[in-house]
């Protein structure tokens, strides 16, 4: 039991590992449809950076660019839907899959939100914001990530407890800002488009715990790449 019980840990590191590769692994092939150089491509850029970030093998992640670009004689089809509605407490939600059975996903999808509400497209986008989201690490104390932002041409900024801050962009200039913070003291450690919801809702307790239940559920499915919340501890 001692030696199962100190598996565990490391079984869960593997699987969320994997997981995560899985999740980068679509949005590469997505990406490199418009190109397999990340030089002229910049999603697929954005794409390979969290890839090395996340420490994918060098052959998983070029696979990963060829199969997408059509290159390895494999056609795998992977399509982007998304997902709006409600989680328990009225908490709205976006949930963005990449899959290559959208029925399969649909039909997985509704189950899931059985405590919660699947609404129709456009039902709770209007809600939200949709735009660039850039995390980054400072290089050093002194670094002001206000500066950064104004400078570099992010439109807001969030910082977290760790240290790190959050840059929004327009959507139009994500690339642009990805490529300008280092040159004020950032390393950019992720970045994609997503959405920030603009009236949040607060919860705790019990309720809280329901809606992270719930949410973890949605998570947990292989096809959802990203859920963005409209909730506020």
């Not at 949005?27 to 490199?32: F, G, N, P, S, Y």
């Not at 409600?86 to 999808?109: G, K, S, W, Y």
């Amino acid at each position: 039991m001692g030696a199962q019980w100190k598996a565990k840990p490391k079984e869960a590191a593997a699987n969320a590992r994997g997981k995560l590769f899985g999740k980068l692994v679509k949005e590469i092939m997505i990406a490199a449809r418009n190109g397999a150089d990340p030089d002229m491509n910049p999603k697929l850029r954005l794409a390979v950076q969290q890839a090395k970030k996340a420490s994918m093998p060098k052959d998983t992640l070029e696979r990963a660019i060829k199969k997408g670009a059509g290159l390895s004689g494999e056609i795998i089809q992977y399509e982007r839907t998304l997902y709006e509605g409600f989680a328990p407490h009225q908490v709205p939600l976006i949930v963005e899959c990449l899959t290559d059975n959208v029925n399969r996903t649909v039909a997985e999808i509704r189950v899931l939100f059985r405590k919660g509400q699947l609404g129709t497209s456009g039902s709770v986008a209007w809600d939200f914001e949709h735009l660039g989201m850039i995390e980054a690490t400072p290089n050093s104390a002194e670094v002001d990530a206000e500066l950064a932002a104004i400078e570099a041409g992010a439109q807001d900024f969030e910082a977290s407890e760790d240290g790190d801050s959050l840059f929004y962009t327009e959507a139009t200039d994500l690339d642009a800002v990805c490529r300008a913070l280092p040159e004020y003291g950032f390393t950019v450690n992720s970045a994609k488009l997503g959405y920030r919801a603009k009236n949040p809702v607060t919860l705790s307790g019990s309720a809280l715990e329901e809606v992270e239940a719930f949410l973890e559920a949605l998570d947990n499915h292989d096809d959802v790449q990203n859920v963005y919340v409209g909730l506020s501890v």
